[in-house]
């Protein structure tokens, strides 16, 4: 089962689909199907976009693919919808613009590997561990600027999940997306709309707990703070519907 797939637009403008686990089955020490990827990559011109809903995989692959994509002659548009984490992260750094889903998030950790032999062979895995590291933080610092030794504490333990706000911040994304039409179509639960959903769900939980407080009171509530809540929510759903 492929985790990519190419495709083209009305405009000219090339897609790259990025989804599920990266590389479940072959790539590291598989010439065939980094080959193919790279023969489908090259195989067109013109600005590409890269739409990214992983949860990661194998590093290796994602290196590869990372250097294919600043190697691609036209630009690179890497939109993050719900989740880049892991090895998806480090294909994210290859965008010339890295957009993120206002849902959307960047997980960075350390790398990981499962290991059977003696102690050589446990020393051997470490120093790989250690070397991976290292260039998994160059792909960083080159996008973000951050000093080292701060993306290495970043993804030291379990690693360090990046909501989109926190991600622009950092530098990990370049800006928040808002998409709407095509585009989305067969992502609408990271679309604006589902956004603002969302958003009405947790104020419609919100009045749901003023009235519950209300309807069991057996004493005497200062009416200030209900106003404030309920000013709150009136002007929360106000807005969204200015905006929606």
């Excluded at 989804?19 to 590291?28: D, L, M, Q, V």
Aim: proline share 3%; with cysteine; net charge negative.
């Amino acid at each position: 089962m492929r985790f990519w797939n190419f495709s083209n637009k009305g405009d000219g403008t090339r897609v790259l689909r990025i989804e599920g686990p990266i590389a479940e089955y072959s790539w590291w020490g598989d010439e065939v199907t980094p080959a193919a990827f790279r023969q489908e990559l090259f195989a067109g011109s013109g600005d590409i976009v890269v739409y990214i809903n992983s949860e990661g995989g194998d590093v290796f692959a994602a290196n590869d693919i990372y250097n294919m994509l600043k190697e691609y002659g036209g630009k690179v548009t890497v939109k993050i919808l719900s989740l880049a984490a892991s090895a998806a992260s480090v294909i994210a750094m290859a965008g010339d613009a890295i957009m993120i889903s206002p849902v959307g998030s960047i997980l960075i950790h350390d790398p990981m590997a499962g290991v059977f032999g003696n102690e050589s062979d446990l020393s051997e895995v470490i120093e790989l561990l250690r070397a991976v590291k290292e260039n998994i933080i160059t792909a960083y610092e080159l996008k973000t600027h951050l000093p080292r030794d701060e993306i290495s504490r970043m993804m030291a333990d379990e690693g360090t999940m990046l909501p989109a706000v926190r991600a622009v911040e950092l530098k990990f994304a370049d800006e928040i997306m808002y998409l709407e039409g095509d585009d989305m179509s067969d992502c609408a639960n990271f679309s604006r709309q589902n956004s603002i959903r969302v958003t009405n769900a947790a104020t419609q939980a919100m009045i749901s707990k003023v009235k519950a407080e209300l309807a069991q009171a057996t004493e005497f509530i200062p009416a200030e703070p209900l106003y404030q809540r309920l000013d709150l929510i009136q002007r929360t759903l106000g807005g969204r519907e200015q905006n929606g």
